[in-house]
């Protein structure tokens, strides 16, 4: 197959060569003497015989047309003159009543006169079709056969006679028409073929005009001095001009060859402004329809092929090339097919490391067996943190409320860390936790119904000072041990691990809600938290002073991680079951509190923040805006931690 540029100067050949030759044949036409040939020795004047002028256009020698003139919808007049004469001669014309038959001699001169009609001999000479009809007529003016011949005559004569002046053979019209002045019933025609004549004579230099600025290269633009602006002029005149129309089409396909130009340039918009010119010369031409398929099939190439490229590159992890990629691509074709998906991909490679909001994913250790918690993506966004002055139960610690974004990926351990896994680091490090080395932790005495310090209690143990199952969240544990698990993690996964901040906790845990808590304003139709509920029991058969009311979870302390439903964003137990550590420092209100959802940390601070409610809360300590600061050293039944890593 032969490349692009060598189509291009085949093309360009092509078209340059047309042009020389539409512009020759013009100007031969209308000015033979510029050649030194005399018009009178090209053609025998077709006033002495329509057959020896176009001897190929007979009725008996139908015309052969290239397909591609069909298709252009050549008009009537280009048609052979005897099928025009066919469709417009009435041969069932009204006639007078003919008293007899043709006399021999009337007979006579009638096949003379029907084998001159067949001959093309039409009129203009003593033995022409028409002379003989009227001569027939003289004798026998009530003669059917004479008058319907004499009336097919003037039919052909006419007809070709609009031959002429479609093709601007303004000469051989003439000669015609003066034949046409002889032949009685003609003065209708004479007088519109005089005017059409005349139209002629006007747009003749014209056309000539515009056919030399096509071939100078003057195809179209602004002003008058163009090929286009002439053939216009020329149309305004004489709508039905054929040399015109055909100018026109030439016009347009220099302006579609501009096209395909600005195209192997990948200049897809210099492209679609000539598509727009060309459709303004000729709307739907054939041309117009290819050019344009060519153009919608090699734009969808080429945004394809810069597509895959960005492809190419968003999987290398060159985020900025990929970038560059789709743009052009989409400045190419904005509606490809694939080019959203695409977007999706970045935006979730460029905030989220290839992730997507809302994935579980769990990294695994790079020189151990084994893997760290599952995380969820939190989307990126912005919320108002804190409690609004109309709220409920709130504190001053909770304002102002402010608004916070979230501008960088962050995943967020699915559950809270577990007795299983912070046992893994224990083991795997040698860490010793501060329930460990400073002794104990503060439990809850089922017997007093209280909470009280028991200097035995481990991480090892549950909220009542028992060994706890793998699958329970850890609890009394300090910031501290928190602070270690999650710099362990970070070392082992090579990953950003770290607690999360106070924003960023509040914002996964609301989920996108504005409401008290993340299922609602008051108590939950279903079981979605380990909750203080009313109808809840412990084993002593205590219930809470304070609870929710109707509610029930069926837990008496901290349950199995991931027995209840997940909030919006996909976190389990993110506001029940155990209350938890974060990053930051406590301060007693949100003045001057970071915007950005950074951890607000202030060096050598003793107190941090723990949020959400636990298995132990009052509801307004389940609200999504309660806070409250703890030592860093504390351990607590009620107290444990989940993780975030960067992306």
Known sequence: MPKGPNIDRQRAL??????????????????????????????PRRSMSLGVAQPARTASAPMVVDRGEIDAGPPLTLAPAA????????????????RGEDPPEVVALLDRADKALHAGQVAGAPDSAASLYQQALKITPDSHRALQGLDEARARLVAAIGQDIALGDADAAGDLIESLRTLPGSEADVKALDTSL??????????AKAAALLGAGKVDGPGEDNALAGYRQVLAIDPQNAVAQQGLLQVQRAVLDRALAAVAQNDFDAADKALGEAQAIQPDSPAMRDATARVAGMRDQRASGLLAQARTALDAGNLALAQKFAAQAAAVKPDLAGLDEFHERLVNARLYANYRPGQVFTDSYVDLPGKAPSMVVIPTGSFMMGAADAEPGHSDTETPQHKVTIASGVAIGRTEVTVGQFREFVRASGYQPDSVTKGGSSIYDERGGVVRDDPQATW??????????DDMPVVNVSWNDAKAYVGWLAKHTGKSYRLPSEAEFEYALRGGTTTRYWWGDGTPDKRVENLTGALDRS????RWSNAFRGYRDGYWGPAPVMSFLPN????????????????????????RAPRDGSAWINPGCSAHVVRGGSWGSAPDQDR????????????????????????
């Open 14 to 43: 092509g078209g340059a060569l047309g042009v020389v030759v539409l512009g020759f044949a013009l100007t031969y036409h209308f000015f033979p003497r510029v050649f030194h040939v005399n018009p009178e020795d090209v053609v």
């Open 83 to 98: 099928v025009i004469a066919a469709r417009t001669h009435r041969a069932d014309a009204a006639l007078p009543a003919q």
């Open 198 to 207: 005349g139209t002629l004579l006007k747009v003749r230099p014209m056309l």
């Open 460 to 469: 090892e143990d549950d909220y009542a000072g028992h060994p706890a199952a």
């Open 539 to 542: 084993r002593n058969g205590r």
């Open 568 to 591: 919006p964003f996909g976190l389990y137990d993110i506001n029940g079951n155990v209350s938890e550590w974060v990053a930051d420092c406590w301060h007693d209100s949100y003045l």
């Open 624 to 647: 999504s805006a309660y806070r409250q600061g703890v030592d860093a050293g504390v351990r607590s039944a009620r107290v444990g931690f989940r993780v975030a890593r960067e992306l």
